[in-house]
T-cell receptor, first 111, second 114 residues
Framework: DAKTTQPNSMESNEEEPVHLPCNHS???????IHWYRQLPSQGPEYVIH???SNVNNRMASLAIAEDRKSSTLILHRATLRDAAVYYC????????????FGAGTRLTVKP | NAGVMQNPRHLVRRRGQEARLRCSPM?????VYWYRQLPEEGLKFMVY????????ESGMPKERFSAEFPKEGPSILRIQQVVRGDSAAYFC????????????FGPGTRLTVT
């Protein structure tokens, strides 16, 4: 299974942009990059996913490096509600819906 | 369209008892995944099921744990003879058969073994 590497923790100030990095140097050509987050005491929730091109949705943007060995999740204006553990995930061996979570990045947002 | 349902939300068992955790996937979803999260740790994959089939159980402990997803009814994660180390939050997620889709997670079952 392809692996991802993320910083254990990051801090941000409220209403400032946040860039959460992820390295996935062993990614294969058909692997989608998924991001999920887990708010305290809740189940994970989907944030965004992409293959090659940068992606935007109402929650975040995903910037994917040209060689696809890394990606960055961008929260344009962090709010206190964005404090969570963010997981960058590549699929497991069965299909692109078979995802294996790593340790993630714990994001702290300071008022 | 109801989301992924898990019950019970909280379960207390004494050591040696059995725990049965249920997961009803979203309507139309035929893939179910179970994860375990120990306190202050990340999610650990346990098992991946399709209807009536176990696709990957590489994350399941070899003993005492089993999972099923019958043709009718919810997916069940069963833990026999629970021990204190089984205390954790157990999450299930579902996804549809085709396409690149996100997994939809349930609220989890928090198992406490006393």
């Amino acid at each position: 299974d392809a692996k991802t590497t993320q910083p254990n923790s990051m801090e941000s100030n409220e209403e400032e942009p946040v860039h959460l990095p992820c390295n996935h140097s062993t990614i294969s050509g058909t692997d989608y990059i998924h991001w999920y987050r887990q708010l305290p005491s809740q189940g994970p929730e989907y944030v965004i996913h992409g293959l090659t091109s940068n992606v935007n949705n109402r929650m975040a943007s995903l910037a994917i490096a040209e060689d696809r060995k890394s990606s960055t999740l961008i929260l344009h204006r962090a709010t206190l509600r964005d404090a969570a553990v963010y997981y960058c995930i590549l699929p497991g061996k069965y299909n692109n819906n078979d995802m294996r979570f790593g340790a993630g990045t714990r994001l702290t947002v300071k008022p | 369209n109801a989301g992924v349902m898990q019950n019970p939300r909280h379960l207390v068992r004494r050591r040696g008892q059995e725990a049965r955790l249920r997961c009803s996937p979203m309507k139309g979803h035929s893939h179910v995944y179970w994860y375990r999260q120990l306190p202050e740790e990340g999610l650990k994959f346990m098992v991946y099921l399709q209807k009536e089939n176990i696709i990957d159980e590489s994350g399941m402990p070899k003993e005492r744990f089993s999972a099923e997803f019958p043709k009718e009814g919810p997916s069940i994660l069963r833990i026999q003879q629970v021990v204190r180390g089984d205390s954790a939050a157990y999450f299930c997620a579902s996804s549809p058969l085709m396409g690149i889709r996100e997994q939809y997670f349930g609220p989890g079952t928090r198992l406490t073994v006393t």
